[in-house]
């Protein structure tokens, strides 16, 4: 299969297909007619596994654009702070390079370099001007998920019935402005924004690192691209895993913020004003520093102030190597209780164990999990109170085709219709699980835990239907870190699954069914690190740390 | 009509009447045989309307028990903090005058005042042995809403159905039972715990300063209570209004907090999981400062480590005489353009306006209010999200008739059954009002906002039907206090409303027709003091100062 055959887009009537392809057409047009890659590499046959090398090695890439994309965000705003670069030269180089990654990844939905260079030129001359920079993220390229709306620029709630060109900013995105961030892109996300995988009327988004692999979802297309340094910073949103499956899929950084907390007042859904598990919205990145540069700008605006419905918080890092008054307490939690992960995983999880176990700067200890099947179950219930009513109506208003994974979303015995008692009974079953789980995790005495994100490394594109991993903590409301290990899937030393062990649930069997050691070649190993409601401060400080003991 | 004629009892099949009345007759027999009021007092008719010198008059109190209550409760304290005063002789002193209330009012559910004092006792040898206090609230009596569980002791969800004794402390009498708090007695609500009245199977708790009028609700029997000097501290809940509404008709000081800042995980209640507008508890007490002292102390023991659901906050008042860079800006509020207030509320904003435009202190404006009338009917709406069933279905379980309050807030066409996504739309049309007030409310420049808590002082019975002045800051989450003025409605100076004026509503057309100038007599004049959401410490520091200027 060629990588034009791996990016199939959703289906829909002839109708559908019409808009479909003009949508995708309109996106191709963007981008620049000198950037485009050798026909034979996107439909030669066999299709590169791993294309993050490509931009590198294609030649469209100056050596000076090369070494502009491999920096993380908070060098280049230190060194357009500095005068080291200009807004321009670097908006150039990630909108050149985002270019390449959309050829080979599908991972856009919206290209207007030209209205970031206007903005960029904009930013040099009042540093210029003023001396100063215009706010902590001057001039920094930041990619913006689909649903988050730009103005001027297309936007969609997860269906072709639901695509538009944007009237106006959201908060999220005016205050990124006013801090000094440039758009350039949007980025591509499944149909629904409800899977761990990525395919739209635009395509289906391929992981850079293996294209026979997701690079996860919702958040799939800025996962992508970041991933294929196409941009240093993307905006994501998690509901169930959407910045942290695609974040541990493609070796990136990625906070789910505690809900309520950043601003996302107008991001673009089809179930508005359902609240049974909120979503949250945070950075994509590579670097760890770098999530705290986003989040601490985003904070230093006070978008409470704006958006009533958030809480004020400010973002403080405790020091855990000497204000901590203790040892940090990691608890390690190997697995769910409900599916098993995958060998590379449980390799990184080895590892983690014998590193933190011998290390003097934390206290290791096991994490007990509470009940993570009952709060799947629940959160399944919750994300679909109406049945999939809505869902449907979305596709048969654009003639859509429901894909397997919007399928699978709405499928019972979880999902089903409910009326307004009903809806209450469920809300009061979810807030006394969040106070069980609450009450357990206190008396497992750890400050955070450290566990899979997934149960392994990416899945084959279709596969991804147990995100137990990582919606178990949006159903709590906890926040959570991805980082990579550096560790990455090797079929020689992630040898097959006994075949004699017994699964633990249904679930368990089908994860099982989908390992086989050749499969996942390549693709990096993550873990996830959670702390409790509204702990993003010590979430952020323990990954560090964490991730310092781990690769020390 | 005699006192115990007023205080008639909600009513309903035999099967009803025999539990019900077995209930009253407990609370009756739960009071000292030394404590009886003469029958002619209960029975005579005219009843008196004043009924708050009785304590006082009834010759059943020792000088020492009424210099104990006419005590606040950071006075008393502070004196058995410095052992001026025991725990002993407190609870005692309250419990009796308690039990006096309860025979003019119809206040209590519940009386135990031999546990308070064996309580009490163990806390005088606390202090005795180790030679400080177990709290900061140390021996201070305190009234519990009957829907507010203690272990052991009676309580309800607003039905005879839901009435049982219940098996443990929730969260907030556990923590209040830490902080050195004594409990005596529980206190009436009305059926469905949704009126600005208190009729339950248990009686119609009257308003002590005339009780031809209601105490207001739901937590009128806290007000009552509060009201006769039966307890220096209550604790209620408020949804609606619900502390604000009797606190404004008792002439007492009361605070809904910001909401998911206090515990109240484990109240009783009939719509578990309803959480269109979340309700929200706090202290009902008769000084500003015993506000500032209940709240900081809850506080202190950090409930958000506890209950998950709750926002981790501290109380910080800020210092508006000196250390707030400007003076505050106080939008005054004459009406909300829905109802028109009564002349004694009347009279009271007008004196507001002229002593504070007077005043150095702040800066007066006028604040405009934003679609009041329609922020009702989304709270009327989301209050009854199934259009009542649940409620019909608790009455029918207890064989309980319905009151015409409960009727009326079930009625269309607010109120009407939701399916799942008319709940979401709803939701969603909440969430964009909330945004549209913060918007306006931004726009209008002020810190706070002063305004009436009600179209008058306290109504005649079953007449409230208009909460429209407390139950928008629900709505919107904005907490808000509630103090006397000092000036009571006075048939003299507040006379009839003019006839020519059109009304401005069918509300404001009922509510004038309620105005009758002898009808009030008597009855405090409160009012009301806003700010936006977790502002909690601006409000309380706000209150004070604008009482301070009224006052002066």
Not at 257 to 280: E, F, R
């Amino acid at each position: 299969m060629s990588l034009v055959d791996k990016m199939q887009p959703a289906t829909g009537s002839p109708a559908f297909e019409a808009t479909a392809s003009a949508l995708r057409a309109r996106v191709k047009s963007q981008l620049p007619a000198s950037l485009m890659l050798p026909a034979t590499l996107l439909t030669g046959i066999p299709a590169p596994l791993n294309v993050t090398t490509i931009p590198g090695s294609c030649g469209l890439l100056t050596p000076a654009e090369l070494a502009i994309t491999a920096l993380d965000a908070t060098a280049l705003c230190e060194k357009m702070a500095a005068r080291e670069l200009s807004a321009v030269e670097v908006v150039s180089a990630f909108g050149k390079r985002a270019a390449i990654a959309h050829q080979v990844t599908a991972c856009l939905t919206d290209f207007f370099l030209d209205e970031g260079i206007a903005r960029a030129k904009e930013l040099d001359e009042y540093l210029e001007r003023e001396g100063k920079v215009i706010g902590p993220l001057h001039g920094l390229p930041i990619s913006i998920k689909d649903h988050i709306p730009i103005k001027g620029h297309w936007g969609s709630g997860g269906f072709l019935s639901n695509t538009e060109i944007s009237k106006d900013d959201c908060d999220m995105t005016r205050i990124l402005r006013e801090l000094g961030a440039v758009f350039y892109v949007k980025t591509n996300q499944p149909q629904t924004i409800m899977h761990l995988e990525s395919q739209s009327c635009y395509g289906r988004t391929l992981n850079p690192h293996n294209t026979d692999l997701t690079p996860g979802g919702s958040s799939g297309g800025e996962a992508a691209l970041i991933a294929m340094k196409g941009s240093p910073m993307g905006i994501g949103t998690d509901g169930g895993g959407s910045i942290r499956a695609p974040c541990a899929h493609c070796g990136l950084y990625g906070i789910r913020p505690t809900c309520k907390t950043m601003p996302m007042d107008g991001y673009l859904n089809s179930q508005d004003g359902a609240d049974g598990v909120l979503p949250s919205t945070g950075p994509m990145c590579s670097s760890a520093r770098d999530m705290r540069l986003l989040l601490s700008a985003i904070l230093s605006a006070r978008p409470a102030s704006l958006d009533p419905s958030l809480y004020p918080v400010r973002l403080i890092l405790p020091d855990l190597r000497s204000g901590f008054g203790r040892k940090l307490r990691v608890g390690l939690m190997m697995h769910d209780g409900v599916v098993f992960p995958h060998p590379p995983m449980l390799r990184a999880l080895m590892l983690a164990k014998e590193k933190l176990a011998t290390s003097d700067a934390v206290e290791l200890m096991d994490y007990v999990p509470y009940e993570h099947d009952q709060g799947y179950s629940i959160a399944r219930e919750l994300y679909y109170e109406d049945g999939g009513k809505t869902l449907r109506r979305m596709l048969a208003d654009g003639e859509e085709n429901i894909l397997p994974l919007s399928e699978w979303v709405i499928s019972p015995p979880y999902v089903k219709d409910h009326d307004a008692t009903a809806i209450w009974e469920l809300h009061a079953r979810r807030e006394r699980f969040r106070r069980a789980y609450s009450d357990h995790w206190r008396s497992q005495g750890c400050d955070v835990v450290l566990c899979p994100p997934f149960p392994g490394v990416a899945a084959r594109h279709d596969t991804s239907t147990y995100w137990g991993y990582t919606a178990i903590w949006n159903l709590v409301d906890y926040p959570g870190v991805v980082f990579p290990t550096g560790l990455t899937a090797e079929p020689s030393i992630d040898i097959a699954m006994e075949d004699s062990v017994v699964s633990i649930s249904d679930a368990d069997a089908y994860n099982r069914s989908l390992y086989e050691p050749t499969a996942f070649a390549g693709a990096p190993v993550s873990l996830q690190v959670i702390a409790r409601r509204f702990e993003d401060g010590l979430v952020l400080a323990a990954q560090e740390l964490i991730e310092s003991i781990l690769k020390g």
